[in-house]
């Protein structure tokens, strides 16, 4: 099984609201990530977690909250959102963290915030 | 800082022609990542290539690496249209957990 799941698969949520993505995987990667991706852009490195603790935060605003309860979950809470938070949201997990071995990316999250 | 170019960024090009994508990196890296995503949807892990002169094939398409050049080429044989998507050339830090894409190449192949 090679598969990354990531619920919900669209979300619209107003400014005021609180919400969370869920990323789940179960390859035992050891390694997860919370990307980000505008239209037509690459995708932004957001958060890195190894072996279930925060190793990257790419300066994220704190409106953004990840967590990791386990080695196969990765949640991505959000609150207060602005309009231009909304984007593509993508959880990957790898081997390693050195990212020595390829990132198997989920179908990601799209988010609108009105 | 790791930058990663991509040439070119928009390729229109017709069915049965070949053509080459290119990766340019700015700094020494080993492993070097090609992905394609359709739009709307996540990113396919394509090719993974990790060491100086490897070269990969699948199908129509074959990436090479030069860590030397700090190039990476992505070779499209004879396209076809289902071959029409974004490809994302990804360089990896030689320390540290970071991946750096490029901008992406928007490649459309008409019948």
């Known amino acids: 099984d090679t598969e990354v799941t990531q619920t919900p698969k669209h979300l619209v949520m107003g400014m005021t609201n609180k919400k969370s993505l869920k990323c789940e995987q179960h390859m035992g990667h050891r390694a997860m990530y919370w990307y980000k991706q505008k239209a037509k852009k690459p995708p932004e490195l957001m958060f890195v977690?190894?072996?279930?603790?925060?190793?990257i935060n790419e300066s994220v605003p704190s409106r953004f909250s990840p967590e990791c309860p386990n080695s196969s979950l990765l949640n991505l809470h959000l609150h207060a959102l602005q309009p231009e938070d909304s984007a593509l949201y993508l959880c990957?997990?790898?081997?390693?963290?050195?990212?020595?071995?390829?990132?198997?990316f989920g179908e990601g999250s799209r988010l609108t915030v009105l | 800082e790791l930058k990663v170019e991509q040439n070119p960024l928009f390729l229109s090009m017709q069915e049965g022609k070949n053509y080459t994508i290119y990766c340019n990196y700015s700094?020494?890296?080993?492993?070097l990542y090609w992905y394609r995503q359709d739009p709307g949807k996540s990113l396919e892990s394509l090719f993974v290539?990790?060491?100086?002169?490897a070269v990969k094939q699948e199908g129509r398409l074959m990436a090479s690496l030069d860590t030397k050049a700090r190039l990476s080429t992505l070779h499209i044989t004879a396209a076809v249209h289902d071959l029409s998507a974004t490809y994302f050339c990804?360089?990896?830090?030689?320390?540290?957990?970071?991946?750096?894409f490029g901008e992406g190449t928007q490649l459309t192949v008409n019948p």
């Open positions: 990957a997990s790898s081997t390693r963290q050195m990212n020595t071995g390829e990132l198997f």
């Open positions: 290539l990790l060491s100086n002169g």
């Open positions: 977690y190894s072996y279930e603790k925060l190793s």
């Open positions: 700094t020494t890296s080993d492993r």
């Open positions: 990804a360089v990896g830090e030689t320390s540290g957990s970071r991946l750096t």
